[in-house]
């Protein structure tokens, strides 16, 4: 009889380790069969958990997202999707969970905001009356370098008011990472008369390790290559929230109804001179009067301006500053139609 017992057992046991078998290799089959499907198995296998949830891959210095994304910002509205409108959501370009996009609006329309993580106290109404360390020149040469230190960075692609768990907010193709947003910062500075040059290097690929030494390095040999450069701008995007279930949040605000992504302005301090950074007032000048002009052009185009105590190669000259545009979760579209505000605001903060 406790043969009988133990033979049954087997048998069942047999007939579950079968039926599995035949259903990952079904569903295996399933993601295998387009191209897509094939780099995304690939890419999961692959893929450190952290970069596979949207982290940076082989971090291991701080960086000005792990900075801002912490930042204690209060959104002025935040909507979460609706439960049905995330259900009516068919189309996937990814795999994995479906966790909600936060849309969010920081700051204060029309006003300049500022995060002031340092002892030194802004005088707003002086430093945008004060000298920028530079004049622009009548020249058809570039005025204006936009590079990327983290030219991977990527966006969503389409607004669906939900993210997915294998999306990696990553991207080495060009058509899809911030640098196509970059051009179109550089050809509207252009159009908006100051010329100026757009590198596509990819300075984190393929690791964030040393990324800004390299990002340097272009820098110096623009510099060399066009000694009419006097502003350089580092060209990112942010990421905001720890995501899962509760969700990653996208700033935007609106401009003839079409939505964009909200800015950034990071500008460095350096209070002992650690960094080598003695013309930091000027960059915090300059950063002041893009956010000034911006909300005056665009009232809700900027987040708090944030001045801490960092470099970020804005220590390479009196015109440098990081700019965020957007996060992981918004568009791509979205990014590109600020890029183009962006070159208005900054062609007339110039012009000042």
């Known amino acids: 009889m406790e043969k009988g017992k133990r033979a049954a057992s087997a048998v069942l046991a047999s007939a579950v380790a079968v039926m599995s078998i035949y259903c990952t290799v079904s569903r295996l089959g399933e993601s295998l069969s387009d191209s897509e499907g094939l780099c995304m198995t690939a890419a999961g296998l692959a893929m450190p958990v952290s970069a596979a949830q949207g982290g940076d891959i082989e971090q291991t210095e701080p960086t000005e997202e792990s900075k801002s994304s912490r930042a204690e910002e209060k959104p002025i509205s935040a909507t979460k999707p609706s439960e049905a409108a995330t259900e009516a959501k068919a189309v996937k370009e990814y795999g994995g969970e479906a966790y909600p996009v936060i849309e969010s609006q920081y700051g204060s329309p029309g006003e300049i905001t500022i995060k002031n993580t340092t002892d030194f106290d802004i005088d707003t109404d002086y430093e945008l009356s004060a000298p920028l360390g530079f004049e622009l ?31 990696t907010g990553r991207s080495t193709d060009n058509n899809e990472n911030l640098t196509s947003a970059g051009q179109v910062l550089a050809d509207s500075l252009t159009e908006n008369g100051i010329a100026a040059v757009h590198s596509y290097t990819q300075h984190d690929n393929p690791s964030y390790n040393g990324s800004y030494d390299r990002s340097a390095q272009t820098i110096y ?12 701008i580092d060209f990112h995007r942010d990421s905001i929230g720890y995501g899962g279930e509760d969700g990653k949040i996208k700033p935007t605000f609106e401009v003839n109804g079409k939505k964009a992504a909200q800015i950034m302005i990071m500008s460095g301090y350096d209070p002992t001179g650690a960094y080598g950074f003695e013309h930091w007032e000027y960059n915090l000048r300059l950063a002041l009067r893009i956010q000034q002009k911006a909300e005056q052009l665009y009232p809700g185009m900027t987040r708090p301006l944030y001045f801490g105590d960092f470099a970020y190669n804005m220590n390479i000259n009196s015109g440098s500053l990081l700019i965020e545009v957007g996060t992981e979760v918004n568009t791509l579209d979205e990014a590109k139609y600020t890029a183009e505000l962006l070159g208005e605001v900054i062609a007339q903060a110039l012009a000042q």
């Open 137 to 167: 020149e009548d020249t058809d040469e570039p005025q204006v370098l936009i590079v990327h230190t983290h030219a991977c960075e990527a966006y969503l692609q389409q607004d669906e008011g939900v993210y997915y768990s294998e999306y």
């Open 221 to 232: 040999e623009y510099l060399e290559e066009y000694p009419s450069i006097k502003v350089i």
